[in-house]
Each structure stands twice: as C-alpha cells, then as structure tokens.
C-alpha cells in the first residue's frame, strides 16, 4: 500500500463537548479515551487491508485466537501536542514507525509499512482534534499495537493480525513540578538476557517488569532499576524508561544499546540534544557499585529516567538489599536535568527551532 487510503465512520454518537470539556481538566495518564480509533487488518496471501477509522468499542475476539496464548504483540507510545496556535504536531512519529517495524520483525510478524503506520496516527489525531489536551503538560497519548488474531492452537507465527490506534487525553505524568523519583534495584529478576526481545517494544518485557515493580513498591520506591541478565553488575534500566548519570565535570553517560535495552526515541534525542550543548555523552556501561560510589563521593552530580510518558524524570534516591543512597541531596533535580527536559519540551510543542526536523505539524 504505496499511497494509504482510510475509510473513515465518524462515531454516530461522540462525547459531547461539554463532557469532553469536563474530562479534560484533570484527564490524569491513560485512563481518558477519544471518539474513535484506526483499525487495520492483516491476512497471509492479501497483506494489510482494509483501513478505516471508527469508532472506538470492544474487540470481538476468540478464545483461541494466537494471541492469548503465544503473545504475539507489539506496540507504540507516543504523543500528539497542542501548539500555541491552535494547531497540533507529532514528534519523532518516524521513529516509532521505524521501531514498530522492527519489533515486528523480532516477533516473527508482518511489519507494517512504515508510511501506513504515518498516516494512521495523523488520521486519529485528525479525528480527534477535539481531545488534545490545552493545559501545560497535556498532550493526545497514542498507542498503536498489532496482535496475532489468527484462530489456532499450534507455536507457529500467526497467518493473521489486527493493527489498532487508539488516543488518550492526557495530563502532566507528575502533579507538581518535576519531583524526583526513588528507585529498588532488583537483586533477583531481570528484565532481558542477550538474544531475547529487550530490545523489542512487546508486551512480555512489560509483563516480566510487574513482579519486581511490585517489590519496589514494597520497598517505598516509585519504579524498579534492572541490572544485567549475565553478571547482575552493570545498570540497564528502568521497567519503562532509559537511564542517564551527570558527573561533575559535565560529562554524561548512558547504558549502550546491545540487544537487552529498549532504543528509546527520548534517549536518542536527549543524546543529540545534549551533543548540540557542547556537552561530551557516551555511551558505555556502568556498574549499580560505581553507581553507589559516585553517589557518595559526589562525582555523580545528577541521574535521571527519560521515556514519552514522563519526558525527564529526576532520580533522587536508590534502594536495594545492599543498602540505600542518595543522588545530589536525594529531593533536588538537577541543573543538567532540567534544562535537557526544557529543550526537549520546548521542541515538541514548538516554542523552541526544530533544526533536526523532528516535529511534523498536523494542522
């Protein structure tokens, strides 16, 4: 399908302004969803067919669809931002196509021409204008996710799949401000081992993530750290976001990317970001005990988690079965921190110049 083309059914009973107006204010992270959604299918011999956007409802699903019982699925996060003029813009949508299509790959599925996954989020945005967010820190949330429908009870890759878009209103991902976060390290999962799908954006790794989430919350902390799957030494990241440290002479560093870590879309702009201000990134390995010990001395100034979700998030503290420290003062996010997340929001709702080309005005 060179040229995308959508049939589109307008929802016969949209939520009325006012109510959209009221579910708005406070819309909270992913739990308010628009009118409608996108809808592509799949099927070996005919390919992706069928394009159309609708109204969001139920999907009618059998129990023996592959899905529910090999897990093949795959999905995206992304967001559409209100722009001073009324209008609304994408940022970095290339990216996630290009990600979408990989992780499909890695799954043993179809990809999705990257060109069709385009245009069916600028055709949900479009439909859905109505729902972006205006407030600071709003944004229209887009997930689209592809799962094997095939009905059959066999481990073999699915024959047919299901594309889905659907938008969510929502809100600033912290109430006030930027606080910083505390993190467990888990001593006794991991999150990905060499030759698995870490690096694919696919429900597994999500599922594998919960138990030692749920640890972390035993423990007081707001999100887990994983270390590595082969010496349980070297720092990977969090359940859903990529991690950065800021030492004290400026420089940064980032876990590299081998196979076990999601390549975040906001972990590469922070890192072109961050080379466009001079400073010196590199990407190598570092260690949960050098993590601890710059902590202490005060080589490590700053550390902070960057996902779509959150943008940039500050780390404060770390808690593990090996004893606990502190990043900065543990309350304070840091200098480095803040002004990386303000370029980078000042880019995506376009009040700062957009030299890489990253952001695509919708209307």
């Known amino acids: 399908m060179t040229e995308p083309t959508f049939r589109i059914e307008p929802h016969a009973t949209p939520v009325d302004a006012g109510t959209r107006a009221g579910m708005l204010v406070d819309p909270g992270f992913g739990r308010v969803f628009t009118d409608h959604m996108v809808v592509i299918n799949y099927k070996e011999g005919m390919g992706w067919h069928d394009a159309r956007v609708q109204a969001r409802a139920p999907i009618q699903m059998d129990?023996?669809?592959s899905v529910l019982h090999?897990?093949?699925?795959?999905?995206?996060?992304?967001?559409?931002?209100?722009?001073?003029d009324g209008g609304a813009a994408l940022f970095r949508a290339?990216?996630?196509?290009?990600?979408?299509?990989?992780?499909?790959?890695?799954?043993?599925?179809?990809?999705?021409?990257?060109?069709?996954?385009?245009?069916?989020?600028?055709?949900?945005?479009?439909?859905?204008?109505?729902?972006?967010?205006?407030?600071?820190?709003?944004?229209?949330?887009?997930?689209?996710f592809m799962f094997a429908s095939e009905v059959f009870l066999g481990v073999k890759p699915s024959s047919e799949y299901l594309y889905m878009v659907i938008g969510s209103?929502?809100?600033?991902?912290?109430?006030?401000?930027?606080?910083t976060v505390s993190l467990w390290v888990s001593a006794?999962?991991?999150?990905?081992?060499?030759?698995?799908?870490?690096?694919?954006?696919?429900?597994?790794?999500?599922?594998?993530?919960?138990?030692?989430?749920?640890?972390?919350?035993?423990?007081?902390?707001?999100?887990?750290?994983?270390?590595?799957?082969?010496?349980?030494?070297?720092?990977?990241?969090?359940?859903?976001?990529?991690?950065?440290?800021?030492?004290?002479?400026?420089?940064?560093?980032?876990?590299?990317?081998?196979?076990?870590?999601?390549?975040?879309?906001?972990r590469d702009s922070i890192l072109t970001l961050a080379r466009d201000m001079g400073i010196t990134v590199r990407e190598e390995r570092y260690a949960i005990d050098q993590w601890?010990?710059?902590?202490?001395?005060?080589?490590?100034?700053?550390?902070?988690?960057?996902?779509?979700?959150?943008?940039v998030t500050p780390i404060g503290t770390v808690r593990g079965a090996d004893?606990?420290?502190?990043?900065?003062?543990g309350a304070t996010p840091g200098e480095l921190t803040l002004k990386l997340r303000t370029a980078l929001v000042d880019i995506q709702r376009g009040l700062a110049p957009d030299k890489h080309g990253w952001v695509e005005k919708l209307f």
């Open 63 to 65: 129990p023996a669809s």
């Open 70 to 84: 090999y897990a093949q699925e795959i999905f995206e996060g992304m967001k559409a931002y209100r722009t001073e």
């Open 94 to 144: 290339d990216a996630n196509a290009a990600r979408f299509a990989r992780s499909a790959e890695r799954m043993a599925m179809p990809p999705l021409p990257e060109p069709l996954f385009l245009e069916s989020v600028r055709q949900l945005v479009a439909a859905d204008r109505d729902w972006i967010p205006g407030q600071e820190g709003g944004a229209l949330y887009l997930r689209p």
């Open 169 to 179: 209103a929502v809100g600033a991902y912290f109430k006030s401000g930027t606080p």
């Open 188 to 266: 006794d999962y991991t999150r990905a081992a060499p030759g698995g799908t870490g690096s694919a954006k696919c429900g597994g790794n999500y599922a594998a993530s919960l138990l030692a989430q749920s640890e972390a919350i035993r423990h007081g902390c707001d999100q887990v750290v994983f270390l590595d799957a082969v010496e349980r030494r070297w720092v990977e990241e969090l359940g859903g976001m990529n991690l950065f440290f800021v030492f004290d002479d400026g420089s940064m560093i980032t876990p590299p990317l081998g196979g076990t870590i999601l390549p975040g879309i906001t």
């Open 292 to 311: 601890r010990a710059d902590a202490t001395s005060g080589r490590l100034r700053e550390a902070f988690a960057c996902g779509t979700a959150a943008v």
């Open 323 to 329: 004893g606990d420290f502190r990043v900065g003062d």
